[in-house]
Nanobody, 124 residues
Framework: QVQLVESGGGLVQPGGSLRLSCAASTRSASRHTMAWFRQAPGKERAFVAAITYSGSTYYADSMKGRFTISRDNAKITVYLQMNSLTPEDTAVYYC??????????????????WGQGTQVTVSS
């Protein structure tokens, strides 16, 4: 069983940046595909970005150029660097993992492990 713990959320002004982290509890997760999803108030959870074991990435169109997903397999941690944040980025951000190390899935049903989420609020 893989446990995922997100951190790094908080309040940021429009135009600002945040880096989210997601630490996994087991070494096996270093070979999992990892992803970030987010759920804004009143909306369904939506795909943000995914990264394979080998570092290949895939982004939702609206995140390209502003968000960067990365990972450190030695630390069993995945990151989401978010730049040029707008109030529309306000959401709970969730980390997810799936056992297939090379599947850049964007469907949340493909992921079997989830963190509890971290709140990101973009407001002046």
């Amino acid at each position: 069983q893989v446990q995922l713990v997100e951190s790094g959320g908080g309040l940021v002004q429009p135009g600002g940046s945040l880096r989210l982290s997601c630490a996994a509890s087991t070494r096996s997760a270093s070979r999992h595909t990892m992803a970030w999803f987010r759920q804004a108030p009143g909306k369904e959870r939506a795909f943000v970005a995914a990264i394979t074991y080998s570092g290949s990435t895939y982004y939702a169109d609206s995140m390209k150029g502003r968000f960067t997903i990365s990972r450190d397999n030695a630390k069993i941690t995945v990151y989401l660097q978010m730049n040029s944040l707008t109030p529309e980025d306000t959401a709970v951000y969730y980390c997810a993992a799936k056992r297939d190390p090379y599947d850049l899935a964007y469907d949340e049903e493909a992921y079997g492990y989830w963190g509890q989420g971290t709140q990101v609020t973009v407001s002046s």
